[in-house]
Every structure is written in structure tokens, then in C-alpha cells.
């Protein structure tokens, strides 16, 4: 085990910018929730372990009771810092909050080596009452805002880090190099050896499935894969149907029979379209399209022999969204092996262009595991298939030469059956901006690519009556498809 420190998730946001900020310096980190036992943090060997909270958030989990007992450096941020105090014997004052932009002190302390003296931003200060145990190592205006214990290397700040807090990101650095005792070491060269090593080491003499979707995680995941094991790692991918224009074909010509990965290719069209006929509601598309992918994988997996290991593309983003359990699985009796399971999209992205997948693989928009099944409002058929697919790369195609690419999150187009005219339908376009961290707004692209894709799909998709542009936000990127 390489030197680790872990993040206990108090807040999404927190947690995620804190993390950023730790392997920028090399430090390799993982989030784990804020209720995790003293036994699990135990078993992954963490020389440190950072709380994150913000500090105007409310605690999204409550610590285990021993948590504090544990015998290592603690970091508690925002309103984490508040619990470790009561831990402690200290408290809050019952004062109103305090923020803005305010003079901060840092007191002789190896967690602020190398930071001075000045006005800082805060939110919701109010000053502690420290207990006998602890002492004030930071200040602002008078109020203490920052402790450490005495004896022990507990520390808390009611500061909050920012995403670009130069001074947020040096405070990270001491704790986990001068205080932890880490070794920077991680970096993308580190992350692939480790990832490869663990896939042999699992493995062992004999062979590894892994099932892609087609999508950046899994592609990266199967990749390693096949680097750790050649030829023995066999790989699934089921052509549903659902697909966007050339996206099978495509998929195939990079991973098959350019880089020479083993690849099955299953076409399963039929079972999916016989399987969506009749079906309108966009919660019953997902469950049917969930159940027969599970299907197709399982009838399929014994035409692969007997295998030591699975493969899965499971992300961060996944565990964070809740979607890391649900995926339809190969087997539950060999050990699963996750090598980007602690990485952000972003990172993810970034481990693909070292490994040497091209920059238009590695710009895939994020598309839905449901495929076009959600962006078709009514029954999906053939038909409405073969025209959603020729709207969407029109649009793709206008959106890509106008150079907008670079600046959107996602572009797609929906189709609608025109009310009271099923055999016609509506195109509704959709692009937007969006981050992992904010609302997805849509997009103000230039009118001459509206104006170019609606002429080209009036004029070269028969059948569509209307085009419109949709401008309305959604609370998150996950929340960006119509069903």
C-alpha cells in the first residue's frame, strides 16, 4: 500500500475540491463517507485523514463514535472543525455568523510553513470555546477560528477551501506531507503501473472479462486491462440498437482493430426494440433496457468459458450518483476490479490521453447507459430511431464546425411525435453548460448553427415537421435528459 490519505465526505463539494487539491500535489487521496468505521479506515492504512465540510453546510453524514479515538492526523474543515471541538470538550458560541472579506492570522504551526498573514474571504464564523486540551493556532479579528490538541495531531479551521484557494491548496500540502508523513508519488505514470499491477495481481495466470458501453470510463478500465493482460482479458460489447449514428462501427475500429483489444461484439437490436415496443414511460424504458442488457450478458457469458476476474468502468461519479450498484453485472463470483473507481471524470480523461486514446474518443459527450430510448418522448421504434440518429448528427456535425464544441457539457437532439400526427415528429435541440459542481444552463450558440441545422434536417429528414431549441435549466448534469 503506497502512502494514502483519505477524505471523510461531510459534503459532496467539499470532499471533491479537497480531493482535486491533494493529488495536484502528488498526494494520493480517497473519499470515503463521513460515517465509515474506524475498522475500514483501518484496513486501507491512511497515514492522515481529512473531514470535509463547508462551512455554511450541514453535515451530510454523522462520524462513527470512535472516530477520534484513532491514533492519526485528523484535518477537520468548515463545520467538521465544529464536531472534532465537541469531540474534544469545546464548543461553538451562540453568536451571529460572521463572513466576508476579513484579516486572518496564522499562529506558529506547521500546517500554515510558508503561508502570511492577510484578508482572506470567510462564511459563518463564530468564535469557540476551546477546552483544556486544545489551543488556538489561527485567528481571525480576535475570533479563534483555527485549534490543534495539544497532545495529539488533531486539528480544525473553520475556513473553508475554495477551488482555486492557492493558500487552501499549501495548508493541504503541509498536512499531508509535513504532518502525514506522505510521499508525493501519485501521478498519472503512478496510477496506470498501480492499476496494471492490481489487474495481474488479481488475475493471476488466468483470464479477466470486462463489458463496454462504449463510454470513456469503461473504455479507459478495458484498456488497462489489456495492457496488464493481453489477450486475456476478453471484452463484451452489446449493440443494442439504441446507439448514435456510426457509434458501433466507430467503437469497434479504435478499440478492436486499432489497439488489437479481444472484443465480442453482441448484436442484440432485436431483443431490445421487441422489448421497448408499447412502452411510453421513461422509468419503465430504464428498468426494461437494465433487465435485458442483464439478460444478453448473462445468456452471453458462457460463451466465454470459465474467467478469474471482472473488469467494470465504475467512476467516482458514479459512486457519488448512486449508480456504482446497479449496472447490469457479469458474474458474482470472482473478484470485481474498479481501477478508475476513485477517479473524477475529468482525471478519468486525462489517464485515457496518457494512454494514447485520441482526442475524439476522449471528447465523447456523456451519453445515457438507456442510449436514444430517453431522448425519444413515446414508444421507441425503428423509424423514430432512424430519424432521432440523423437529427442528432446533423446538429453534432454544425455544433462541431462552428468550433462550439470545446465550451459545451452536452449537444443532443429529442424527438417528440407531433400531437394529434404520430406518423410526424418535433426535433428538440439541447445544448448546454455544465460542471460537476453546477446548475446545466443551456447554451447561446450562434444563430447560424440553429439556423444550418434546422434547414439541413427540414431538408434531409423526412418526417419532421418542426424543430425548436430548449432553454430550460436543470439543477445538476444529471438531470439534462428529458425522462
Same mark, same amino acid.
Given at each position: 500500500?503506497?502512502? /494514502?490519505?483519505?477524505? !471523510?465526505?461531510?459534503?459532496?463539494?467539499?470532499?471533491?475540491t479537497?480531493?482535486?487539491?491533494?493529488?495536484?500535489?502528488?498526494?494520493?487521496?480517497?473519499?470515503?463517507?463521513?460515517? *465509515?468505521?474506524?475498522?475500514?479506515?483501518?484496513?486501507?492504512?491512511?497515514?492522515?485523514?481529512?473531514?470535509?465540510?463547508?462551512?455554511?453546510?450541514?453535515?451530510?453524514?454523522?462520524? @462513527?463514535?470512535?472516530?477520534?479515538? !484513532?491514533?492519526?492526523?485528523?484535518?477537520?474543515?468548515?463545520?467538521?472543525?465544529?464536531?472534532?471541538?465537541?469531540?474534544?470538550?469545546?464548543?461553538?458560541?451562540?453568536?451571529?455568523?460572521?463572513?466576508?472579506?476579513?484579516?486572518?492570522?496564522?499562529?506558529?504551526?506547521? /500546517?500554515?510553513?510558508? /503561508?502570511?498573514?492577510?484578508?482572506?474571504? *470567510?462564511?459563518?464564523?463564530?468564535?469557540?470555546?476551546?477546552?483544556?486540551?486544545?489551543?488556538?493556532?489561527?485567528?481571525?479579528?480576535?475570533?479563534?477560528? &483555527?485549534?490543534?490538541?495539544?497532545?495529539?495531531? !488533531?486539528?480544525?479551521?473553520?475556513?473553508?477551501?475554495?477551488?482555486?484557494?492557492?493558500?487552501?491548496?499549501?495548508m493541504?500540502?503541509?498536512?499531508?506531507?509535513?504532518?502525514?508523513?506522505?510521499?508525493?508519488?501519485?501521478d498519472d505514470?503512478?496510477?496506470?503501473?498501480?492499476?496494471?499491477?492490481?489487474?495481474?495481481?488479481?488475475?493471476?495466470?488466468?483470464?479477466?472479462?470486462?463489458?463496454?458501453?462504449?463510454?470513456?470510463?469503461s473504455?479507459?478500465?478495458?484498456?488497462?486491462?489489456?495492457?496488464?493482460? &493481453?489477450?486475456?482479458?476478453?471484452?463484451?460489447?452489446?449493440?443494442?440498437?439504441?446507439?448514435?449514428?456510426?457509434? *458501433?462501427?466507430?467503437?469497434?475500429?479504435?478499440?478492436?482493430?486499432?489497439?488489437?483489444?479481444?472484443?465480442?461484439?453482441?448484436?442484440?437490436?432485436?431483443?431490445?426494440?421487441?422489448?421497448?415496443?408499447?412502452?411510453?414511460?421513461?422509468?419503465?424504458?430504464?428498468?426494461?433496457?437494465?433487465?435485458?442488457?442483464?439478460?444478453?450478458?448473462?445468456?452471453?457469458? @458462457?460463451?466465454l468459458?470459465?474467467?478469474?476476474?471482472?473488469?467494470? &468502468?465504475?467512476s467516482?461519479?458514479?459512486?457519488?450518483?448512486?449508480?456504482?450498484?446497479?449496472?447490469?453485472?457479469?458474474?458474482?463470483?470472482?473478484?470485481?476490479?474498479?481501477?478508475?473507481?476513485?477517479?473524477f471524470?475529468?482525471?478519468?480523461?486525462?489517464?485515457?490521453?496518457?494512454?494514447?486514446?485520441?482526442?475524439?474518443?476522449?471528447?465523447?459527450?456523456?451519453?445515457?447507459?438507456?442510449?436514444?430510448?430517453?431522448?425519444?418522448?413515446?414508444? *421507441?421504434?425503428?423509424?423514430?430511431?432512424?430519424?432521432?440518429?440523423?437529427?442528432?448528427?446533423?446538429?453534432?456535425?454544425?455544433?462541431?464546425?462552428?468550433?462550439?464544441?470545446?465550451?459545451?457539457?452536452?449537444?443532443?437532439?429529442?424527438?417528440?411525435?407531433?400531437?394529434?400526427?404520430?406518423?410526424?415528429?418535433?426535433?428538440?435541440?439541447?445544448?448546454? @453548460?455544465?460542471?460537476?459542481?453546477?446548475?446545466?444552463?443551456?447554451a447561446?450558440?450562434?444563430?447560424?448553427?440553429?439556423?444550418?441545422?434546422?434547414?439541413?434536417?427540414?431538408?434531409?429528414?423526412?418526417?419532421?415537421?418542426?424543430?425548436?431549441?430548449?432553454?430550460?435549466?436543470?439543477? @445538476?448534469?444529471?438531470?439534462?435528459?428529458?425522462?
Amino acid at each position: 500500500m503506497r502512502d /494514502l490519505v483519505l477524505v !471523510l465526505n461531510f459534503s459532496d463539494t467539499a470532499s471533491r475540491t479537497i480531493t482535486r487539491k491533494l493529488r495536484s500535489e502528488r498526494v494520493m487521496c480517497r473519499i470515503v463517507p463521513g460515517s *465509515v468505521s474506524p475498522e475500514e479506515i483501518l484496513e486501507q492504512q491512511p497515514l492522515g485523514l481529512v473531514l470535509a465540510c463547508g462551512a455554511a453546510e450541514e453535515m451530510a453524514a454523522q462520524p @462513527h463514535a470512535a472516530l477520534f479515538d !484513532l491514533d492519526m492526523p485528523m484535518l477537520a474543515l468548515g463545520r467538521a472543525a465544529d464536531m472534532l471541538l465537541r469531540a474534544l470538550g469545546g464548543e461553538k458560541e451562540e453568536a451571529a455568523p460572521q463572513g466576508g472579506l476579513m484579516a486572518i492570522e496564522y499562529g506558529a504551526h506547521s /500546517l500554515f510553513e510558508g /503561508l502570511e498573514n492577510g484578508d482572506r474571504m *470567510v462564511k459563518n464564523i463564530r468564535p469557540w470555546l476551546l477546552s483544556s486540551s486544545t489551543r488556538s493556532i489561527c485567528s481571525c479579528e480576535g475570533i479563534a477560528i &483555527g485549534f490543534t490538541h495539544k497532545e495529539r495531531p !488533531l486539528m480544525g479551521l473553520q475556513l473553508e477551501l475554495e477551488q482555486s484557494d492557492m493558500e487552501g491548496s499549501r495548508m493541504l500540502r503541509n498536512f499531508a506531507l509535513d504532518i502525514c508523513g506522505c510521499t508525493p508519488w501519485w501521478d498519472d505514470d503512478a496510477f496506470v503501473s498501480r492499476a496494471e499491477e492490481e489487474i495481474r495481481r488479481i488475475t493471476g495466470d488466468g483470464t479477466a472479462v470486462c463489458a463496454m458501453t462504449g463510454g470513456l470510463d469503461s473504455g479507459v478500465s478495458a484498456l488497462l486491462g489489456h495492457r496488464a493482460l &493481453g489477450d486475456r482479458l476478453k471484452c463484451i460489447f452489446v449493440d443494442t440498437g439504441l446507439l448514435r449514428e456510426n457509434e *458501433v462501427r466507430d467503437f469497434l475500429s479504435f478499440y478492436k482493430e486499432q489497439l488489437g483489444m479481444n472484443i465480442l461484439c453482441i448484436d442484440a437490436k432485436e431483443q431490445f426494440l421487441s422489448a421497448l415496443q408499447g412502452v411510453a414511460d421513461g422509468a419503465k424504458k430504464r428498468n426494461i433496457i437494465g433487465l435485458t442488457m442483464q439478460k444478453v450478458l448473462t445468456e452471453e457469458k @458462457h460463451r466465454l468459458g470459465r474467467y478469474n476476474a471482472l473488469i467494470t &468502468g465504475t467512476s467516482f461519479n458514479d459512486i457519488m450518483f448512486g449508480k456504482g450498484d446497479k449496472r447490469p453485472q457479469l458474474a458474482e463470483d470472482v473478484p470485481l476490479m474498479e481501477p478508475v473507481r476513485d477517479l473524477f471524470k475529468d482525471e478519468i480523461r486525462r489517464i485515457g490521453s496518457y494512454l494514447g486514446i485520441p482526442a475524439e474518443v476522449l471528447s465523447r459527450q456523456p451519453f445515457p447507459g438507456s442510449g436514444l430510448a430517453l431522448r425519444i418522448m413515446g414508444e *421507441v421504434t425503428e423509424e423514430r430511431l432512424n430519424i432521432l440518429r440523423v437529427c442528432d448528427r446533423i446538429f453534432r456535425e454544425e455544433i462541431k464546425q462552428s468550433g462550439a464544441e470545446k465550451r459545451l457539457w452536452q449537444y443532443f437532439a429529442v424527438l417528440s411525435p407531433l400531437p394529434g400526427d404520430e406518423n410526424r415528429s418535433v426535433i428538440c435541440l439541447r445544448a448546454v @453548460h455544465a460542471s460537476e459542481q453546477s446548475m446545466a444552463y443551456a447554451a447561446r450558440l450562434p444563430y447560424d448553427v440553429t439556423e444550418n441545422t434546422v434547414t439541413r434536417i427540414l431538408a434531409e429528414v423526412p418526417g419532421v415537421r418542426r424543430v425548436v431549441y430548449d432553454l430550460t435549466p436543470s439543477s @445538476h448534469y444529471a438531470g439534462i435528459e428529458w425522462q
